[in-house]
């Protein structure tokens, strides 16, 4: 079975390399479950826009690590990438939400384009991770074809990004807006099946969105004192 796990501080400033560490420790715990590859996702420092363009996206593209194997191959492969692009560790950031994912292949081999987080496409728009089985997902991908979607995966938990972002494009094209929990609220209408999933979008910058159907899903919740944050989490 697949683990799922994330991680997002609250105005409490943490460096890249600490939000990294805590996501990886995070898919050590879920060790137990039993899996054969993995992934994790954070966020890319925001580039400055030049004079009068607009950003691609509200908040920061993500950066998305996969890996067969154990878990010690995707913590090489992160740190490799890192070096190879540049990736500040040392950034820090108030608030930062990271998602993490361990595979137990049901739906294609094991393979980096079979692991979650599974993603809307080009861009990286939507990115889900999913523990649970879609049952109706060859129908939702039959249809997402017809609409111009690309499949690069075998996996049944693509069509779930991928129409997210459809459930988006279509009430921004009808200039209408749809928070974070009403696209997840779409999505989960048209889902099968029984699931936990947990969503990250640049469009919706410092949200995660979890949810589930069917299967276990945990949330923790950690105040720290002596923070001079200004809001606590009851307040948010």
């Not at 600490?18 to 039993?34: K, P, T, W």
């Not at 070096?83 to 500040?88: F, H, S, T, Y």
């Not at 089985?133 to 249809?143: D, G, H, R």
Request: hydrophobic share 40%; aromatic share 10%; with cysteine.
């Amino acid at each position: 079975m697949c683990g799922i796990f994330a991680y997002l501080n609250y105005c409490v400033p943490r460096e890249r390399r600490y939000v990294l560490e805590v996501l990886l420790n995070g898919l050590r715990r879920l060790e137990y479950r039993g899996y054969d590859s993995s992934g994790i996702a954070v966020d890319a420092d925001l580039q400055p826009q030049p004079p009068g363009s607009a950003a691609a996206y509200a908040g920061a593209s993500p950066i998305v690590f996969r890996q067969e194997g154990k878990i010690e191959n995707l913590v090489r492969s992160v740190y490799s990438e890192v070096d190879e692009k540049g990736v500040n560790l040392d950034a820090a950031f108030s608030v930062h939400a990271g998602i993490a994912h361990t595979r137990w292949a049901t739906h294609g081999v094991p393979a980096p384009n079979n692991s979650h987080p599974q993603s809307s496409g080009a861009g990286d728009e939507f990115l889900v991770v999913h523990n649970g089985i879609i049952t109706n997902y060859e129908v939702l991908k039959e249809t997402l074809i017809r609409h111009g979607f690309i499949f690069e995966s075998d996996t049944d938990t693509e069509v779930i990004p991928k129409l997210a972002k459809f459930v988006f494009d279509k009430a921004r094209d009808g200039e209408g807006d749809m928070t974070f929990s009403q696209v997840v609220m779409e999505v989960m209408r048209q889902l099968e099946g029984a699931y936990a999933l947990i969503f990250k979008s640049p469009h919706y910058p410092n949200e995660l969105i979890a949810c589930k159907r069917g299967s276990t899903l945990i949330l923790g919740v950690n105040e720290v004192s002596g923070q001079n944050s200004g809001k606590s989490f009851n307040n948010v």
